[in-house]
C-alpha cells in the first residue's frame, strides 16, 4: 500500500493509513494554527486503493484556488489550503511503494464548487452514513517507537455516529454538565512540566492536579512529564473507578503519545505532548442511538431499527401505547440489557464496548423509589453515597456530596424528613433523582418517574427534569403522561413493535399523526394501518439484518467496594431501617412478649422438668420403677417450636421482596449480592436469635427449668438457633416471591409444614420415607436439640419406636445442632443462588 507524506509548518511526516485527521484540534494527526481552519478540518483516508482527500470543513479546503469536496491524490504533491484559497498550506505527497514502480499518473482535474454550494454526494463505497464525513475524536494511535507496542493493535475502529454529525460538532458544549471543566481548558501547568516532577492527581486538595469529581480517587494517578528522550507516563495509582487511555482500562503504567486520550472520573483529556487538555465537545456530549434493535427467542422484535440523537441540554420524553417497547430501549440505552443489533454511542465510544469506561456516566431512576421509605432523607442519600462513591471518600465528603444534590433538587428543607410518611410523591422522586445525582452522571433516563402523580406533582417533576437538562445533561424520560411535553425539547413516540413513528418538538406531535389530541394518536398507534397513514421515518442506518453482537449477551460487574466495607455500610442501614420501621420493631418487641405469654397458659407447675413429675411404683417383685409424666414438657415445648419459626420466617420473608427495586438499582452500580443477602442474615438472624432467648426464658421462668446443670440454656440455645435458620429460610423465599402478595401463604404453609414434620405432635421416627424427608426440616432438629437436652426422650429407649436424634446426651445434643447449622448452610447458600437471580431479573 503507498504510503502518504504530509509537511505543513516546517514539519513532515509519513502515514500508512488507512486515516490522517487534519484540523486545529490537538487530537489531529496534523495540528495545525491558521484560525479558518476547523477543528476537524479534512480526512485524507484510504479507498480501495487510493488515498482522497475529504473536506469536512465549514471554511472549505482550496487547491489551486477552486473549492473541492473530494480528490483522488494519484500523482504528485498537492497543496490544500485550509480555510480559503491562501489559507495554511498542507502539502500532502501519495508515495508510490518500492515493490509496485510504474510511471507516474497525472493528477485528475479538482472537483470544484461555489463557495455556498453543497457537498458532492458521498459514493455508495464510502464508509460513512451521511453525506458529510463524521469527524472521529479518537485519537488514531500512531506506530512510534515506545507507544505501548500490541497495546494500540486492540483498539476498536472509529466510532461514527447515526447520521451526519452537524458542521460545529466539535465546537465546545455551550453547557457542561455539573463537574466537567471547560474544554481547552489545561490541567498541567507548562511550569509544572518544565519543572520535570512527578506531578499527583486526584480528589485530594494536596495533590499536584486536583480533579473535583466524586469519582475520582483521592490519590487517583501520577503522571511523569516527557524529557528530551522520553515520552510523558502516566501511572495509575489503584484508583476504584479506574483510569482510561484510549478507551481501556489502565493498569500499571502507559506511555503517552499525542493525542492520546485520558479519562479520569466524568471527565475526558487530550494529551497534547505538554498538557492535559479538557475535551467537552458538543459532540461529545451527544448522544447517537444507532439502528437499535432487540430480537428475543422465536425472533420477536422489542424494538426495531431504532436511531436518533439526544442533543446536549436536552429533555425528551418517549412516549408510546403499553408493550411498544419503551422499558426495552431505556434498558438499550444504558447498557443494562444491551441490543442485540446496532450500537449506542457515547463521548466517541461504542457504549456497549466501552461499558465499563463510561457506566458511571449513567444514571437511571427506576419507576419505584430507590431509597428505603423508612428512613430520613440524609440517611437514605448518606448510606447510597457510601455505598456509591469510593472507598476512599470520607465522611465529611459524603455529607457535602449530599448537601450538594439536594440543593439541586431543593430538598435542603426536607434532609431531616422521613421518606415514606413526609414527603408527597413528587419530592419522593426527587429524592430517588438526587441518589443517581450523587456521581454526577452527564446522562440521566428515568422510568416513568410521574405513575401515580396527579396533574400538579406531574408537572412538578418534569420542570424538575427542564431545570437538569438546562444544567447541561442529557436527560431522557419515559412517560405514559402528555400532560407537561411542552416542557420538553423534543419527543419520542414508539409505535407497536418498537418503531418510531415520531421524533421531533412535542408542538409537531398532532400534527404528524393528523389528529387533534393525544388520546386519538394512542388510538391511531394500535391501527394496523398505520404506516400507511403516516409517514415512515428514516433512519440513518438499518442494522437489523446484521448477525447478533456477542457483547450483548452480558453485562460487565461493576467495581466494587471491599466486602467488609459494603457489609459495614449495609448492616448500618438495615439497623436503620429497623430502628425506623415502628411497626417492624414493635414486631420484634412483642412477638416474643406474646408468644412467651401463651406458653405460660400451658397447665401444670413442672414447667420443662421431667423430674418434678416423677412418680414411682414398686412391682410385685419389690422392683421400684420411675415413670415421667411428659405431656406438660412437651406442650410447652411445641409452643416455643412454633414460637421460633414464626418468628423467624415472620421477621424475614417480606425482606428481599419489598427491597427489590433499590437492592437491583444497588447492583447495577456495584453492590454485592452475597454481601447484601449476607448484611440481611446477620441483622435479622441475630435479632431472631435473640428473640429466640427471650421467648425461651418468659416461658420458664418462675417454672422449673430443663433437668440438669445447664438444660434450660441448652434448650434456649436450640430455639434460637432455630429461629434463627428459618430467618436464613425467609429471605430466600422472600427472593423467590415475585410480590408482596406471595409472602403470607408462603408463611403460613412454611411454619405449618415446620409443625407437622417437627416431631413434636406426633412421633416421626420409625416412619418409613416421612421420617426421611423430615430430616430435610429445620424444626425436626431443632426439637431434637431440644429435647435431648431435656432428656425428655425416656420412656422409649430401647424399642422400635425410639427417636434416636432426640436422645439426652451431650453428643446427641451437638449432633442435632450440627445437622441444624448445616441446613442453615444449605439454606443460605439457596438464598444466595436466588438473590443473584433476582438481580437481573424482569420481574
Known amino acids: 500500500m503507498d504510503r502518504l507524506q504530509v509537511q505543513w509548518a516546517g514539519t513532515t511526516r509519513t502515514f500508512d493509513g488507512p486515516r490522517v485527521v487534519i484540523g486545529r484540534e490537538l487530537d489531529c494527526d496534523v495540528p495545525v494554527t491558521d484560525a479558518r481552519a476547523s477543528r476537524h478540518h479534512a480526512f485524507v483516508q484510504v479507498e480501495g486503493e487510493t488515498w482522497v482527500v475529504v473536506d469536512a470543513s465549514s471554511n472549505g479546503t482550496f487547491v489551486a484556488g477552486q473549492q473541492i469536496t473530494r480528490l483522488p491524490l494519484r500523482g504528485g504533491p498537492v497543496s490544500l489550503h485550509l480555510g480559503g484559497p491562501v489559507g495554511e498550506p498542507v502539502v500532502v505527497t501519495v508515495l508510490t511503494a518500492p515493490q509496485a514502480p510504474g510511471p507516474p499518473t497525472p493528477a485528475p482535474p479538482v472537483q470544484a464548487s461555489a463557495p455556498h454550494q453543497a457537498p458532492a454526494p458521498r459514493q455508495a463505497a464510502a464508509p460513512l452514513p451521511a453525506s458529510r464525513p463524521v469527524p472521529q475524536f479518537q485519537a488514531q494511535p500512531r506506530q512510534e517507537p515506545g507507544l505501548g507496542g500490541d497495546f494500540w493493535k486492540d483498539l476498536p475502529p ?7 454529525a452537524p458542521q460545529d460538532a466539535w465546537r465546545p458544549a455551550g453547557a457542561l454538565p455539573p463537574g466537567q471543566l471547560p474544554h481547552g481548558h489545561s490541567i498541567v501547568l507548562p511550569q509544572q512540566v518544565q519543572a520535570g516532577r512527578t506531578l499527583s492527581i486526584g480528589r485530594e486538595h494536596t495533590n499536584d492536579i486536583v480533579l473535583d469529581d466524586p469519582l475520582v480517587s483521592r490519590r487517583h494517578a501520577r503522571l511523569d512529564p516527557p524529557t528530551a528522550t522520553t515520552l510523558a507516563v502516566l501511572h495509575d495509582l489503584g484508583s476504584f473507578n479506574g483510569t482510561f487511555v484510549n478507551g481501556h482500562r489502565l493498569e500499571g503504567a502507559i506511555q503517552l503519545a499525542v493525542g492520546s486520550e485520558v479519562i479520569f472520573g466524568n471527565q475526558t483529556f487530550r494529551w497534547d505532548g505538554h498538557q492535559l487538555v479538557a475535551s467537552a465537545t458538543a459532540h461529545e456530549f451527544t448522544l447517537y442511538a444507532d439502528g437499535l434493535t432487540q430480537v428475543v427467542a422465536g425472533g420477536k422484535r422489542l424494538i426495531e431499527n ?50 465499563a469506561q463510561l457506566r458511571f456516566q449513567i444514571g437511571l431512576v427506576p419507576q419505584q423509589d430507590i431509597l428505603h421509605p423508612q428512613l430520613r432523607v440524609r440517611q437514605g442519600l448518606r448510606f447510597a453515597a457510601q455505598l456509591r462513591l469510593p472507598p476512599d471518600t470520607t465522611a465529611q465528603e459524603w455529607d457535602a456530596r449530599v448537601h450538594h444534590v439536594a440543593s439541586q433538587l431543593q430538598l435542603v428543607q426536607r434532609l431531616d424528613n422521613r421518606i415514606g410518611t413526609q414527603l408527597s410523591g413528587g419530592q419522593r422522586k426527587r429524592v430517588s433523582i438526587a441518589t443517581e445525582l450523587l456521581t454526577a452522571p452527564p446522562l440521566l433516563f428515568l422510568d416513568e418517574p410521574t405513575s ?64 387533534s389530541n393525544y388520546p386519538e394518536v394512542f388510538d391511531l398507534l394500535d391501527d394496523p394501518d398505520l404506516w400507511q397513514r ?43 431501617v429497623v430502628l425506623a420501621d415502628r411497626l417492624l420493631l414493635g414486631m420484634l418487641l412483642l412477638l416474643p412478649l406474646i408468644l412467651g405469654g401463651l406458653s405460660r397458659l400451658v397447665p401444670g407447675s413442672n414447667g420443662l422438668s421431667l423430674d418434678e413429675s416423677r412418680t414411682r411404683r414398686t412391682l410385685p417383685d419389690g422392683t421400684v420403677v420411675d415413670s415421667f409424666a411428659t405431656g ?41 449480592p452475597g454481601v447484601y443477602f449476607t448484611s440481611k442474615v446477620v441483622v435479622l438472624g441475630t435479632a431472631a436469635f435473640l428473640q429466640g432467648l427471650v421467648v425461651t426464658f418468659l416461658a420458664t421462668v418462675g417454672l422449673p427449668g430443663a433437668d440438669g446443670g445447664l438444660g434450660t440454656l441448652r434448650v434456649a440455645i436450640a430455639i434460637a438457633a432455630l429461629a434463627f435458620t428459618m430467618v436464613v429460610i425467609g429471605l430466600a423465599l422472600s427472593a423467590l416471591v415475585t410480590s408482596s402478595e406471595q409472602t403470607m401463604p408462603a408463611l403460613v404453609g412454611l411454619v405449618m409444614l415446620q409443625l407437622v414434620l417437627s416431631g413434636a405432635l406426633f412421633e416421626i421416627a420409625g416412619r418409613p420415607v416421612l421420617e426421611q424427608i423430615a430430616w430435610l426440616s429445620p424444626s425436626r432438629w431443632g426439637y431434637a436439640a431440644s429435647a435431648s437436652a431435656m432428656d425428655l426422650v425416656r420412656e422409649t429407649e430401647g424399642t422400635d419406636e425410639e427417636d434416636w436424634i432426640a436422645l439426652g446426651g451431650a453428643g446427641h445434643y451437638v449432633m442435632d445442632l450440627g445437622v441444624l447449622g448445616v441446613l442453615c448452610l444449605v439454606s443460605f447458600v439457596v438464598g444466595l443462588l436466588l438473590v443473584r437471580r433476582s438481580a437481573t431479573s424482569e420481574d
Not at 158 to 164: H, K, S
Not at 477 to 487: C, M, R
Not at 548 to 573: E, G, I
Request: aromatic letters at 4%; glycine letters at 10%.
Open 158 to 164: 472509529p466510532q461514527l455516529p447515526a447520521g451526519a
Open 306 to 355: 431504532i436511531s436518533f440523537q439526544l442533543k446536549p441540554r436536552s429533555l425528551t420524553a418517549v412516549i408510546g401505547p403499553s408493550g411498544a417497547g419503551k422499558s426495552t430501549l431505556l434498558g438499550a440505552l444504558t447498557g443494562l440489557k444491551p441490543a442485540s443489533h446496532g450500537r449506542v454511542i457515547w463521548q466517541g465510544h461504542d457504549l456497549y464496548q466501552h461499558y
Open 452 to 515: 401515580g402523580l396527579d396533574p400538579g406533582l406531574d408537572l412538578e417533576v418534569m420542570r424538575q427534569l427542564r431545570s437538569l437538562a438546562d444544567d447541561g445533561r442529557v436527560v431522557m424520560v419515559v412517560t405514559h403522561s402528555v400532560l407537561a411535553l411542552d416542557v420538553c425539547d423534543d419527543v419520542l413516540v414508539l409505535a407497536p413493535g418498537g418503531r418510531i413513528a415520531y421524533f421531533g418538538p412535542p408542538d409537531g406531535v398532532l400534527a404528524h399523526f393528523g389528529r
Open 534 to 576: 403516516i409517514p415512515v421515518p428514516q433512519h440513518a442506518v438499518d442494522t437489523s439484518s446484521m448477525a447478533r453482537q456477542s457483547y450483548a449477551a452480558a453485562v460487565p460487574a461493576p467495581p466494587r467496594q471491599s466486602v467488609t466495607r459494603q457489609l459495614s455500610t449495609l448492616v448500618k442501614r438495615n439497623l436503620a
Open 632 to 672: 406438660e414438657a412437651s406442650q410447652r415445648l411445641i409452643v416455643l417450636i412454633v414460637a421460633a419459626c414464626l418468628m423467624g420466617t415472620a421477621l424475614a420473608i417480606r425482606e428481599l421482596v419489598g427491597e427489590r427495586p433499590i437492592f437491583k438499582r444497588e447492583y447495577a452500580v456495584g453492590l454485592s
